[in-house]
């Protein structure tokens, strides 16, 4: 008996990666009870087609699973079979989240103690750097008959553990899984079942408190993973331990990539002002620089304000700062920085006496003030030193998209711009939302960044 209680160990085949929009295609399981093994595996109707891609993968194609059985035609019996086990499999939140959702379809629940042998095999085989199946297989000499289909690579898995347990012992394999099975803290105030339905998807998440009070905004490519590491047993930021005390409800949101993640997170953010939040509040006081020519031909910054000024349209200003502390803050380190007169550029009052600047008397201006320095030579270094906080001009002659795509399922998910406003976003069959343009500092540099270097799965469209 591989555990002291029985098993089973499963593989499934699926028409992708994510747990909600993909369906099973194959079912391979192996039930272990003492010395008692039975086998048994099964194609399944997806009721969706099979993409090009995971067909080459795994050999399996629409025509192979039309006859086959649709999920529904064996849940019962297989929710008996499975009910009561321990479910093991590797990477094991695929398979269950998987089995899970079959099962929700149906109005039916599944819930099962899970261990995975990615992290078992970590935690016995520390020395090596690849876990995964092939390189188990590999590495252990396991026979295989096929890969990439479910009762296959389910006996793979038992044969890894088998040779676990003879080069470490039944006691120390045992010993390692309870670690890996040990449940996760649960902050008292909230119900376990959310653990259960965590997706292991990019997207957003949400904690609320007493009487729905927003505490926190969040995202992440893997919402399972991120919201159990807030629940970590060790608390080690204050924050995340002050947030386990008061939260009382969880919510998320689902998106196809880590953009439109990063998206939701900052208009979420900015919607509901959670109390845990400060990156990405809303600011009142947004504000840049803009130049000016005075009457004595010196070049001035001056700070304008987004409510007075178009900030979608950025082509003479510098800078985004969220009030005016920041702006000033900003135009004292330019004229530091770059030996500029602040009295030339009537940012700071003239002299009763009307002579050299302080600035001058301790070395930091070249004398513009008292005629030592022209307008010329000083524009041409204020020019020079407020290049590095040029806003990026709109390159494009309407509006782009930018679109993230599922590179299993085909899915894909596009939010629109249009001068460095959002717009809105769309999935695949429907309509673009149009949406009130309205400047925002951290949407445009999310946006700037993204054009810098786009990320993995995504690329921009002009519309």
Not at 46 to 66: L, N
Not at 290 to 305: A, K
Not at 318 to 327: P, T
Request: charged share 25%; hydrophobic share 40%.
């Amino acid at each position: 008996m591989l555990f002291d209680r029985p098993c089973a160990i499963v593989d499934l085949e699926t028409t992708g990666g994510h747990i909600t929009r993909d369906r099973v295609t194959e079912i391979g399981v192996i039930l272990i009870d003492g010395d008692h093994i039975e086998r048994f595996d099964m194609l399944v109707n997806p009721g969706q087609s099979i993409p090009p891609f995971i067909e080459q993968i795994t050999g399996i194609s629409d025509a192979m699973v039309a006859e086959a059985p649709p999920f529904a035609a064996f849940a019962d019996a297989l929710l008996e079979k499975l009910s009561g086990r321990l479910l093991i499999a590797h990477n094991v939140r695929f398979d269950y989240g998987f089995l899970k959702n079959e099962f929700k379809r149906l109005g039916m629940t599944f819930r099962s103690d899970v261990l995975c042998t990615v992290k078992l095999s970590r935690l016995l085989y520390p020395q090596f750097f690849k876990h995964n199946l092939d390189s188990l297989i590999a590495r252990h000499g396991i026979v295989q008959s096929e890969r990439h289909r479910a009762l296959a690579d389910a006996d793979a898995l038992y044969q890894f553990l088998t040779v676990a347990i003879g080069d470490h012992g039944q006691a120390r394999v045992e010993e390692q899984a309870a670690i890996l099975m040990a449940a996760p803290s649960v902050p008292p105030g909230l119900d376990p079942e959310v653990m259960e339905r965590l997706p292991d998807v990019p997207g957003v998440y949400l904690f609320y408190g007493e009487n729905d009070l927003p505490l926190y905004v969040g995202k992440s490519v893997n919402l399972r993973s991120r919201v159990l590491a807030h629940f970590a047993g060790d608390h080690r930021q204050h924050k995340e331990m002050r947030i386990s005390q008061q939260i009382k409800r969880v919510e998320w949101v689902e998106t196809v990539g880590e953009f439109g993640a990063l998206l939701q997170e900052l208009r979420l953010i900015k919607s509901l002002q959670p109390l845990h939040n400060q990156r990405g509040r809303l600011s009142q006081e947004l504000c840049s620089l803009q130049l000016q020519r005075l009457d004595s031909g010196f070049l001035s910054p001056r700070i304008v304000y987004a409510r007075d000024v178009d900030f979608s349209r950025l082509d003479t200003l510098y800078g985004l700062f969220r009030s005016q502390k920041e702006a000033k803050k900003a135009l004292s380190e330019l004229c530091d920085g770059n030996g500029l007169c602040q009295t030339c550029l009537e940012l700071e009052k003239r002299g009763a006496r009307k002579g050299a600047c302080f600035a001058f008397q301790i070395g930091r201006c070249k004398g513009g003030c008292i005629g030592r320095e022209s307008a010329d030579s000083h524009n041409e270094r204020l020019l020079q030193g407020l290049s590095r906080l040029k806003l990026k001009s709109w390159p494009y002659p309407g509006a782009v998209a930018v679109r993230e795509t599922d590179p299993v399922s085909g899915e894909w998910e596009e939010h629109v711009f249009e001068r460095w406003c959002y717009l809105g976003s769309r999935r695949q069959g429907q309509v673009t939302p149009q949406g009130v343009p309205a400047f925002d500092v951290d949407t445009y540099k999310l946006l700037a960044a993204f054009m810098r270097k786009p990320s993995e799965n995504a690329e921009l469209r002009v519309l």
